[in-house]
Structure formats: C-alpha cells, structure tokens
C-alpha cells in the first residue's frame, strides 16, 4: 500500500493493536490518532520519520510504558497522553509543540529540558498524582498561557511561574501557600484554588488585582490571610 499521500491515519479503539506499524513512508502524514488502543505498549521509531506530523493523539492507551527515543518532531504542534496510565517517564520533547497533555498518567517529574520549548502555551497535568514537584525551568517557558494541575495531589510548592501565564488551575493540590510572585502575572485572569485543603496562606496583594477576571473557590479551611 503506497502511504505517501495518506494526510491522516485513525486507528483509534483497535482493542488488539500492540505496535505500530511501519510508517516511514507516510512522509505527508499530518495527523495520527490512536486513541483507546489500550494494547498498545510501544511507539515505532518510524514516527520521528514523519516530519510534517502536526498532531498526535495517544489518548488512553493504558499499557503505553514509554516513548523510547523521545518525540522530536519539527512539525508537531500537539502531543496528548492523557489517561495512559501506565506512562511514567516523561519524554525528552524537542521542537515547536504548542500543546502537551499528560494528564492521568504516572509520571513522576518533568524534566528541566521543558524549559526549552519556546512555543509551548497549553500544559495538561491534571490527575498525575504520581508528580511531586516542578522544576525551575517552567519559568523559561514564555508562551505559557494556560497550565493545569488539579488533582496533583503530592504537589507541595509552585515554582516561578512564566509571566504570560493567563490560567492557572492548582485545585486539589498539597500546597501550603501560594508563592508572591504570583501578584505580578499580569495576564493572570483565572485562577483555582478549590479543594486546597493545605493552604495556609495567600499574598496581601492579590486583593488589588485588577486583572483578575475569574477568581475561583480561594478559601480554604486554614486560609490565614483574608483578600476582601
């Protein structure tokens, strides 16, 4: 079968697929979705062949371990993951990708390669109840728009947070207090900090916050610092 006209490929829900087939001469493949594929256990390195890939989507693939290899792709502006379980092992990711989505899956920490992708604005991180920290290089990322934590439930601390910032969910998280710094994302217009059952304290500033659209659920039971 001659694949090098194929633009997008949907294996999504084949209960039995357990590898990918070769597809290196898929070379204008633009998308590829294997949504549900939850036999899938690895990824073919002839995926980092497909040079003008925009969009994968490995959604609920519940026995996908890893991606060996990384994902290094100069077209591919969005990665999703979410629910695939048994992924623990966040990959090294190279290029222009605007939008990861790890939510559900195992992993344990984020590298601080993260902080090298420039054009990185949506971060999917909801459930991942196995993830403990950040790391420093979040900061780095300057097209950072919307980041999502809810449900991150071993997550203590928030490190520098990009200025670009415009959401920023941390609902049912363990942190303690929300860092200062945070008054001075001035793009910030929602923030939720439902279910922080931890928080203790709150920056005196944020009362003064105009650019503050969509403050949700901020008290907590040990809230120490009132914003009215």
Request: aromatic content about 4%.
């Amino acid at each position: 079968m001659d694949l090098v006209n194929l633009k997008r490929i949907d294996l999504s829900y084949s209960r039995y697929l357990t590898r990918i087939p070769d597809l290196s001469k898929a070379q204008n493949l633009e998308r590829l979705e294997l949504v549900t594929c939850q036999n899938l256990v690895e990824v073919s390195s002839s995926v980092q062949c497909l040079n003008k890939l925009v969009y994968l989507d490995l959604s609920d693939c519940k026995n996908l371990r890893s991606l060996s290899g990384g994902i290094n792709l100069k077209s591919l502006k969005a990665l999703i993951l979410t629910s695939c379980s048994s992924l623990s092992e966040f990959p090294e990711i190279s290029g222009d990708v605007e939008c990861l989505s790890f939510s559900g899956t195992a992993i344990e920490e984020l590298p601080q390669s993260i902080g090298s992708l420039p054009t990185l604005a949506n971060l999917y991180l909801k459930n991942c109840t196995r993830l403990k920290k950040l790391p420093s290089s979040i900061a780095k990322l300057t097209s950072l728009s919307d980041m999502f934590l809810s449900g991150c439930l071993n997550i203590t601390k928030i490190p520098e947070i990009p200025q670009n910032v415009e959401c920023l969910d941390l609902s049912n998280t363990a942190i303690e207090e929300v860092p200062s710094a945070i008054c001075t994302l001035s793009r910030l217009s929602a923030l939720n900090l439902s279910n922080c059952k931890r928080l203790k304290s709150f920056p005196n500033g944020i009362a003064s916050w105009d650019a503050l659209e969509d403050f949700l659920s901020l008290a907590a039971q040990n809230l120490r610092v009132s914003i009215t």
